[in-house]
């Protein structure tokens, strides 16, 4: 069974930084799956935000936090990182880590093609 489990959110103000992790149960879980971060804002479905694949050396990122965010991880930790920064009131959403089959996919359904997921951390953004 994979644990995953997120940290880090926070209440903050716009322009400001955060950084998440998510420490995994197994190392071998962030090769064996492409590693994403997905969002859902307040009463919508869940966004596709960052990926990273399973050799680390492909990021995707979503339009919307491109040049603000930066995925990374730590194989050593068992670490996904999700670098947030010049963060706005539109980036306030539930954070999800998940271990998935390809680092991005602009498919409706790709959350629930992941196959684990941890149980999220908050994040809001005051203006």
């Known amino acids: 069974q994979v644990q995953m489990v997120e940290s880090g959110g926070g209440s903050v103000q716009s322009g400001d930084s955060l950084r998440l992790s998510c420490v995994v149960s197994?190392?071998?879980?962030?090769?064996?799956?492409?590693m994403v971060w997905f969002r859902q804002p307040p009463g919508k479905e869940h966004e596709f935000v960052a990926g990273?694949?399973?050799?680390?050396?492909?990021?995707y990122y979503a339009e919307s936090v491109q040049g603000r965010f930066r995925i990374s991880r730590d194989d050593a930790k068992r670490t996904l990182y999700l670098q947030m920064n010049s963060l706005k009131p539109e980036d306030t959403a539930g954070y999800y880590c998940?271990?998935?089959?390809?680092?991005?996919?602009?498919?409706?359904?790709?959350?629930?093609?992941?196959?684990?997921w941890g149980q999220g951390t908050q994040v809001t953004v005051s203006s």
């Open positions: 998940a271990a998935c089959p390809d680092a991005y996919s602009s498919s409706s359904s790709f959350f629930n093609d992941c196959d684990y």
């Open positions: 197994r190392r071998t879980v962030l090769t064996d799956y492409a």
């Open positions: 990273v694949n399973r050799a680390a050396l492909r990021k």
